[in-house]
């Protein structure tokens, strides 16, 4: 069934909290209302958007906004160590994981709490503690928004990279994700390499996927708002890769700075960089940094889209001047 509404208010649909409007508002519920819809859109401004997570909106939307209610879990294949479990991208992400956790299934429960829906985790490649959704994906199942044919990108095709795939990149706006095919474990090959998850787990009373699910929730719920009662979008920034020899040269000046291993070079920690600028002792009238994860930029009351870029561009240009680093929102901006 496709629900069609217009000048529709999207406060419900950003985490932030910015209260905007959007001309039109399309949601969808089957493969069969997008292949309707598609090929209407070409000369129309149009966004997909999942749980509004990671929107930062600067203003109304003059177009269509295009929303997944797709739903339904099923398992499609499975060995003796695996399960492929196909989804709906309109499911919220963690009542997904809880489906899982709660069924024995393994793999997805680093990634609890985390706000938004399956679609979105794919075009994202959420992560958290160790684990990025792109680990477990096996395949996404897309739809074209041009001509209604369905496309499946396996893992490979996805070019899954930290907070990045091809639905970011060359394939942006082109499709609409219908369904995401996970590869969950049946027995336990736990992630516990991010602080102290394990002793985490001990004390709760043992290693297991539920208890890792535990563990995590009240570690997210220490660090991080909850968008019901603070609007934010989670991470504002990415975490930013530098060489080697800027690492060390940092290091040199800041012994303190956390650092971590990466594809091409060192990833420091933006929420610490932000922090040693000071930003949470400082804040603008209506933008902040959240008091326990400087990462966070939060709405203080009334933010607009503009306000909050104001704030980041400081943010930005603070962590340039004391430690010589770029960092990138990792938020999506629309104009
Ligand atoms: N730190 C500070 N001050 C702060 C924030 C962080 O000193 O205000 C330090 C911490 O003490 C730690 C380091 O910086 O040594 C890293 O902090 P944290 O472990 O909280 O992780 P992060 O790198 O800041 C990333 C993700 C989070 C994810 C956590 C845990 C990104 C952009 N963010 O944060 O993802 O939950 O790791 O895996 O990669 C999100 O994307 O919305 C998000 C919350």
């Given at each position: 069934?496709?629900?069609?509404?217009?000048?529709?208010?999207?406060?419900?649909?950003?985490?932030?909290?910015?209260?905007?409007?959007?001309?039109?508002?399309?949601?969808?519920?089957?493969?069969?209302?997008?292949?309707?819809?598609?090929?209407?859109?070409?000369?129309?401004?149009?966004?997909?958007?999942?749980?509004?997570?990671?929107?930062?909106?600067?203003?109304?939307?003059?177009?269509?906004?295009?929303?997944?209610?797709?739903?339904?879990?099923?398992?499609?294949?499975?060995?003796?160590?695996?399960?492929?479990?196909?989804?709906?991208?309109?499911?919220?992400?963690?009542?997904?994981?809880?489906?899982?956790?709660?069924?024995?299934?393994?793999?997805?429960?680093?990634?609890?709490?985390?706000?938004?829906?399956?679609?979105?985790?794919?075009?994202?490649?959420?992560?958290?503690?160790?684990?990025?959704?792109?680990?477990?994906?096996?395949?996404?199942?897309?739809?074209?928004?041009?001509?209604?044919?369905?496309?499946?990108?396996?893992?490979?095709?996805?070019?899954?990279?930290?907070?990045?795939?091809?639905?970011?990149?060359?394939?942006?706006?082109?499709?609409?994700?219908?369904?995401?095919?996970?590869?969950?474990?049946?027995?336990?090959?736990?992630?516990?390499?991010?602080?102290?998850?394990?002793?985490?787990?001990?004390?709760?009373?043992?290693?297991?996927?539920?208890?890792?699910?535990?563990?995590?929730?009240?570690?997210?719920?220490?660090?991080?708002?909850?968008?019901?009662?603070?609007?934010?979008?989670?991470?504002?920034?990415?975490?930013?890769?530098?060489?080697?020899?800027?690492?060390?040269?940092?290091?040199?000046?800041?012994?303190?700075?956390?650092?971590?291993?990466?594809?091409?070079?060192?990833?420091?920690?933006?929420g610490w960089l932000i922090d040693q600028c000071g930003w949470k002792e400082r804040s603008?009238?209506?933008?902040g940094v959240y008091r326990n994860q400087a990462l966070v930029v939060v709405?203080?009351?009334?933010?607009?889209?503009?306000?909050?870029?104001?704030?980041?561009?400081?943010v930005?240009?603070s962590?340039?001047?004391?430690?010589?680093?770029?960092?990138?929102?990792?938020?999506?901006?629309?104009?």
């Amino acid at each position: 069934m496709i629900k069609h509404s217009t000048d529709y208010s999207l406060l419900p649909h950003n985490t932030f909290g910015i209260d905007v409007k959007a001309a039109h508002f399309v949601e969808f519920s089957s493969v069969e209302d997008i292949k309707a819809i598609a090929g209407r859109l070409d000369s129309v401004r149009h966004l997909v958007i999942g749980g509004g997570s990671n929107l930062l909106f600067m203003g109304d939307f003059d177009g269509v906004i295009l929303h997944s209610a797709i739903n339904g879990v099923e398992v499609v294949a499975e060995d003796d160590d695996t399960l492929l479990v196909r989804a709906g991208s309109g499911i919220n992400w963690d009542e997904f994981v809880a489906y899982t956790v709660e069924r024995g299934w393994q793999g997805l429960e680093n990634l609890s709490a985390i706000p938004g829906e399956v679609g979105a985790s794919a075009v994202q490649n959420v992560g958290a503690y160790g684990v990025e959704a792109g680990d477990l994906i096996e395949r996404v199942e897309c739809i074209s928004l041009s001509d209604g044919s369905e496309k499946v990108f396996t893992k490979e095709d996805c070019r899954f990279a930290y907070r990045h795939s091809v639905f970011k990149a060359e394939e942006k706006g082109k499709y609409v994700v219908a369904h995401v095919v996970f590869r969950l474990n049946k027995v336990g090959n736990y992630v516990l390499t991010y602080g102290n998850l394990k002793e985490q787990c001990n004390a709760l009373g043992g290693v297991n996927a539920a208890n890792i699910r535990k563990a995590v929730c009240e570690t997210r719920a220490a660090k991080l708002p909850d968008p019901a009662e603070i609007g934010s979008a989670g991470s504002f920034f990415m975490n930013p890769v530098v060489e080697a020899s800027v690492a060390e040269e940092l290091k040199s000046r800041f012994p303190a700075m956390p650092t971590y291993a990466a594809p091409g070079g060192v990833k420091l920690s933006a929420g610490w960089l932000i922090d040693q600028c000071g930003w949470k002792e400082r804040s603008s009238a209506t933008v902040g940094v959240y008091r326990n994860q400087a990462l966070v930029v939060v709405n203080l009351g009334d933010a607009t889209g503009a306000d909050v870029l104001a704030f980041a561009a400081q943010v930005q240009a603070s962590v340039k001047e004391k430690f010589g680093v770029d960092i990138h929102p990792e938020v999506n901006v629309i104009d």
